[in-house]
T-cell receptor, first 113, second 110 residues
Framework: KAGVTQTPRYLIKTRGQQVTLSCSPI?????VSWYQQTPGQGLQFLFEYFSETQRNKGNFPGRFSGRQFSNSRSEMNVSTLELGDSALYLC????????????FGPGTRLTVL | AQRVTQPEKLLSVFKGAPVELKCNYSYSGSPELFWYVQYSRQRLQLLLRHISRESIKGFTADLNKGETSFHLKKPFAQEEDSAMYYCALRDPGYGNKLVFGAGTILRVKS
């Protein structure tokens, strides 16, 4: 069974631009969560999507948004990029919820110049 | 608010020595606790979870609700255990949202 995939793996953008990151969960998994990982703040939860609906949201500004498609693939979008958005963005995939294990992708490394 | 604290940024031990990575949490309820590990250049992966009470790669962790702790232990460290370890908490009423600690780098010296 293929693992969680994230594309692209690396991105370089400039301030003010917007970016879209993609995550394909493990086949059959319906829950996708997004996390931001930085040296200063560690791993912080952005949001979770389940069956195309946002189920949870972290404490990030509205510039961060996401969506999930009917095939469970998810995208997150960051508009008006700031230098502080430079981070590794991780996607977690799980069956549904409850006691399901969350599996992570390799991440997308975003650098904002 | 939910919070996970890992007091040590770096723990350095010799091969064969016991290891204990500390994790404390604040949560008013019955959370689920996890340990995730990230080896160099690899993705974050689940090491163990308190509800399964199993031992993975010789590691164990016991949930102590009285002390709100979930320390990770291994009796004899191996060089391949060197990695970043994250303690995480999930509120069963909030889907799959994980709250992570800051992480502890474990270095096992030969």
């Amino acid at each position: 069974k293929a693992g969680v995939t994230q594309t692209p793996r690396y991105l370089i953008k400039t301030r003010g631009q917007q970016v879209t990151l993609s995550c394909s969960p493990i086949s059959g998994h319906r829950s996708v969560s997004w996390y931001q990982q930085t040296p200063g703040q560690g791993l912080q939860f952005l949001f979770e999507y389940f069956s195309e609906t946002q189920r949870n949201k972290g404490n990030f500004p509205g510039r961060f948004s996401g969506r999930q498609f009917s095939n469970s693939r998810s995208e997150m979008n960051v508009s008006t990029l700031e230098l502080g958005d430079s981070a590794l963005y991780l996607c977690g995939s799980s069956l549904a919820g409850g006691t399901d294990t969350q599996y992570f992708g390799p991440g997308t490394r975003l650098t904002v110049l | 608010a939910q919070r996970v604290t890992q007091p040590e940024k770096l723990l350095s031990v010799f091969k064969g020595a016991p290891v204990e990575l500390k994790c404390n949490y604040s949560y008013s309820g019955s959370p689920e606790l996890f340990w995730y590990v990230q080896y160099s250049r690899q993705r974050l992966q689940l090491l163990l979870r308190h509800i399964s009470r199993e031992s993975i790669k010789g590691f164990t962790a016991d949930l102590n609700k009285g002390e709100t702790s979930f320390h990770l232990k291994k009796p004899f460290a191996q060089e391949e255990d060197s990695a970043m370890y994250y303690c995480a908490l999930r509120d069963p009423g909030y889907g799959n949202k994980l709250v992570f600690g800051a992480g502890t780098i474990l270095r096992v010296k030969s």
